[in-house]
């Protein structure tokens, strides 16, 4: 039997024990607890119920190659970040991989810009149709197939394009004009804040 010294007394080793292990097992409790809680959420099966992995890939591979580049993953985290709290929530994953095949409700005015462009109604937008810059076009046109589709106008990739003022901006006037705009009318005049019928820099980069 072996002896501790404590505050100047001599304890027994079967006192000490008695006395030393459960408080170190009290003070365990609340560190395995707050351990369980912060790893709970990722660990647990029920947590990532109703996530279709597969049509979640479908929508981030926006040039459809089999592959997710680091931009489709970029374009896909800011469309889908929702609260824009750079961080994805189950429920903002879970809405991307919810979603339709179908084209969204907030699609419909870039649905009523892309109908305008496509002037001979053959679903896709080609080279002499295009109103912007032909570095815009390539981008836009991600299977380089030489054709704006439907569905790439309306990706990820194509609204991530629309919202810098550059690429709108057409002729460079310094100004985004109704001719320009490739979004819903409402929008623009939500932008247009003066009501003076183009969307200058500030009033597109201080949406109110």
């Given at each position: ?10 304890m ?10 459960p ?7 609340p ?9 709970q ?12 992995c ?56 870039r ?74 009318e ?23």
């Amino acid at each position: 039997m072996g002896i501790l010294t404590f505050g100047g007394f001599i304890m027994e080793s079967t006192i000490r024990e008695k006395i030393l292990v459960p408080i170190a097992f009290i003070l365990l409790i609340p560190g395995g607890f707050l351990f369980g809680q912060v790893k709970q959420p990722y660990g647990n099966r029920a947590y990532w119920e109703g996530i279709d992995c597969a049509s979640l890939l479908s929508k981030i591979d926006s040039d459809v190659d089999g592959y997710i580049s680091r931009q489709e993953w970029e374009f896909f985290f800011v469309d889908q970040d929702a609260n824009e709290d750079q961080r994805l929530s189950r429920d903002e994953i879970q809405n991307a991989s919810r979603s339709s095949g179908g084209e969204k409700v907030q699609d419909q005015g870039r649905i009523a810009a892309f109908e305008r462009s496509d002037v001979n109604k053959n679903n896709k937008i080609d080279p002499t149709e295009w109103p912007g810059k032909a570095k815009d076009f390539r981008y836009l046109d991600s299977n380089h197939d030489g054709f704006i589709s439907r569905e790439e106008f309306l990706s990820p990739m194509g609204r991530w394009w629309n919202e810098t003022f550059d690429n709108l901006d057409f002729n460079g006037d310094g100004v985004i004009s109704r001719a320009e705009w490739l979004d819903s009318e409402e929008f623009f005049n939500k932008l247009d804040r003066d009501h003076n019928g183009v969307i200058d820099r500030s009033e597109f980069y201080n949406p109110k």
